[in-house]
Structures are given as C-alpha cells and as structure tokens.
C-alpha cells in the first residue's frame, strides 16, 4: 500500500494546503496528514497556535488534506507505472 502526507493550516481566515514557511509560520492552526493509498490514516497531529478550533474547522482540514494526497497518489501511481 503506498503513503503520502501533506501538512494543512488556517491562515487569516482560510484553509490552505502545504503551506510554506511563511503560511506556516502565521498559521493559527497547523496540522498534518499522513494517510495509506487505501484510505486509511497513520497519522493525524494537530496544533492550534493560539485560538483553539473546532470540529467542523478539523472536517475542513481534513478535506482539504486529502485534496492534496489524491494528487499525490495519482502522481505515485504514475512513477511506478512509468517504471514498468
């Protein structure tokens, strides 16, 4: 099964995906994914850097997170065919 992970925040208002030193370093909330290619988490490690989030803010990050790691497994997938 393969793995990817991406890390996800809240910076002034808004979710983004793989932030940046900047992004991350303004982040109110920083948190990061780490999930097998058959949909199952390995890791989920979360911080509120001041004001703590709620569920529905942590639904969010977690939707936007797997936005990133389907790319991510699309782009595996086609190493390892190009491989073949």
């Known amino acids: 099964d393969s793995i990817a992970a991406v890390s996800v925040g809240t910076v002034a208002g808004a979710d983004l995906l793989d932030l940046c030193y900047e992004e991350d370093s303004r982040a109110a909330v920083d948190f990061n994914v780490v999930m097998t290619g058959s949909g199952k988490f390995v890791e989920l490690q979360g911080t509120a850097e001041g004001v703590p989030f709620?569920?529905?803010?942590?639904?969010?990050?977690i939707d936007t997170a797997l936005v990133g790691l389907e790319v991510l497994f699309e782009k595996q997938k086609e190493a390892v065919e190009g491989l073949l």
Do not use: F, V, W
């Open 54 to 61: 709620d569920r529905a803010r942590l639904n969010r990050l």
